[in-house]
């Protein structure tokens, strides 16, 4: 704050309201809670905005800021907030503060500047403490467990939907205390969407099933793929899949170069490079149309980002991405591979966090 | 877009999008998918814009719209895009398009200029077709028997989180494709925090368990709250309890004379005054800190709102909405019922859709 010459940072975004504040939202309450949970960091203070609905539990979550109350017109408050702390130039998430807010706060109090903040939490929350670690662990093990423990009810007739739900009931009740994310279960050529989601399509022998799922623990998210074989895999998927595990492994091995400093730190761009021409040289390059990875944390998507359009710079450190490679042929099939990856410049190696196996595994029969 | 002297319309809040176009992002989904399923409405055309992830889905489930490559760099594709629809003034969702992107766009084709679109399609959903209310009413039958099959589960000992967990299986496995949102359980002193979420506390005797919850249909979402006694309920409970019920008909008969013509057609706020009377004549005005309700349909909220911040205009029709009001006393107990309500003005009464009993209902014993 002080290097942009600010006061104050007004926050909207729920990750980072409970990464500076303890307030929590959990997801999809952001569309209901107005303006409560959104906050306001000054050079001595935090100030937590919260209506008459979330008044107590901002004041147990939160109690080293200050509550202030908030109704709908938050505009109605802004001259008096603004006074309050001090400020008379306020760095504002403007990559999640709606433009019409933005215009209502600059009317309020035309005596106040707001300029835009990018990235400034996001860059924080990147890089994480032993603590994060342990919680993305502890819901990385959790997914871990929960795949282990329906493998056996993939069965030919069943749908998309019962396994993925089958799933969700298994992180659910097997120490998450959510989702990360609604649970994807796509079968056959279904795989080749790589944001389906689960329907009636049923598990047939000869197809691919792709599960992509995570767990949250005290916030923290998981995220992993695996695609399985139902019986005998075709020459195709096994070919696919052969693929994207190699370009898997090459994203790891650059990495794991770096840490024993026989590469340079790569960036997120390179990182993403070294899967990609795995994928390019086996003649799919157009067939892999996202990026290699994203960070995570308190957000299933955040910093740092391993794809073509990432940053330059050296990766952050110790940070939590994942590397996830596919190929989606359409209406034919798609294989991903997607694993959780701790990576520590203090360390000789990665640490792969979700542990379940990422062979050629043949399930349903 | 006439009226407003606009070319062309740009979203991008998901329930729009799929009133508009058809594509559906799921809830929390709208968080990873970037620029996907954001679109441009024209006097003659509609576009989808979706990444490569998306490009498949948007196909299938927005037929007669043009389905357009975009990245994570809207701006780069802007120019284009408007050229393409021939638009030099654009509507924008201002209130859902943040401040940094719209300063993106704006500055990427500097001719096409940007106007503030605020609740044109809110408006427009506020208004039911058959259809839409069809699936309202599946999406309260399946709550209403996901709340009868649990109701004998509920006993001493269990925790909120257990419950919940309960009624959500019941939900999602009795006919609905998805909550509308998380299920709150909460007890006792709990029962205070009007959105709190559930935890380990666990169902006692003599306290209250309040149940807030909803299933979606086809999108369509429905929203019910009901708070039962655990055991023989105390006096302070049931008077609050009966408050609250008296505070909920008074609303409900309000409209009731407004359909038989008896008195005029109420804005959201009188219809919201109606129960604040009945809560401030009990001496609990400073307890009931939220609106009396919201409309519902693809959102859990949206137009019109009963509250005392409401439009002073004659509600719409047909229309539903929620009919809520809660008593919370900090620290001891909290009493809520919501039903929907079905408003049409071309019928002679109103229609509840919630149907599970509104009286006092002992469980646990």
Known sequence: MAQAGVDAYFGVRSE????????????????????????????????????????????????????????????????????????????VEAGFVSRQLWQQLAAAAPDVELVEAGGWVEAQRAIKEPA???????????????????????????????????????????????????VACLVGPNAALPHGSPGAAEVRVGQVILFDFGAMVDGYRSDMTRTFFVGSPSGRDLAVHGTVAAAQSATIERLRQALRGSQPIPSGKEADGAARAVIEAAGHGEHFGHGTGHGIGLATHESPSLSRAASE????SPTVFSVEPGIYLDGETGVRIEDLVLFDTSRSDVEI?????????????
Chains 1, 2 share one sequence.
Do not use: H
Not at 151 to 158: A, D, E, K, L, V
Not at 313 to 316: C, Q
Not at 353 to 365: E, H, K, M, N, Y
């Open 16 to 91: 980072n309201a409970r990464f500076l504040t303890g307030f929590i939202l959990e997801d999809g309450e952001d569309r209901v809670a107005g303006n409560s949970g959104r906050f306001l960091v000054s050079g001595d203070e935090v100030v937590v905005l919260a209506d008459t609905r979330y008044r107590l539990q901002a004041a147990a979550q939160a109690p080293g800021a200050r509550i202030e109350a908030v109704t709908y017109d938050l505009a109605a408050l802004w001259p008096d907030l603004m006074k309050s702390v001090g400020a008379k130039k306020v760095a």
């Open 132 to 182: 994060e670690i342990e919680r993305i662990k502890s819901a990385c093990a959790v997914a871990d467990r929960a795949l282990a423990s329906i493998i056996r009810y993939i069965r030919p007739g069943r749908t998309e939907r019962e396994l993925a739900l089958a799933l969700e009931w298994e992180i659910r009740t097997g120490g998450a205390e959510a989702l990360a994310f609604g």
């Open 313 to 316: 710079d050296p990766l952050p």
């Open 353 to 365: 966090l979700t542990c379940f196996p990422r062979d050629v595994v043949v399930v349903g029969v």
